[in-house]
């Protein structure tokens, strides 16, 4: 499975960005999508996970009711929206993609946050 993120840059303090994560195969309505987040210096982090059904989303402390994960299977893709942006959200945002056992990862984008 090829998993790709986009949509990273740089925004100021406030402001909003939506990543976005594609993923490769025809299983695609059957994958969990999580995000996870790697801060300057510091390990990588989980931040949100959709369900293969999108019937269920959860989220870290952190950013809870300030990103949402949603999906389009139509698409093979997930997407991160991320608002009301702080410079502590400034990391590489990579997507995971779960399958039974098995697990991809992305290469990351970078959002940058400024004050």
């Known amino acids: 499975v090829e998993v790709v993120e986009s949509g990273g840059g740089s925004v100021q303090a406030g402001g909003s960005l939506r990543l976005s994560c594609t993923a490769s195969?025809?299983?695609?309505?059957?994958?969990?999508m999580a995000w996870f987040r790697r801060p300057p210096g510091k390990d990588r982090e989980f931040v949100a996970v959709?369900?293969?059904?999108?019937?269920?989303?959860y989220y870290s402390d952190s950013v809870k009711d300030r990103f949402t994960v949603s999906r389009d299977n139509s698409k093979n893709t997930a997407y991160l929206q991320m608002n009301s942006l702080k410079p502590e959200d400034t990391a590489v945002y990579y997507c995971?993609?779960?399958?039974?056992?098995?697990?991809?990862w992305g290469n990351g984008t970078l959002v940058t946050v400024s004050s």
């Open positions: 959709i369900t293969w059904s999108g019937d269920s989303t």
């Open positions: 195969g025809q299983t695609f309505s059957s994958y969990h």
């Open positions: 995971n993609v779960r399958y039974g056992s098995a697990s991809w």
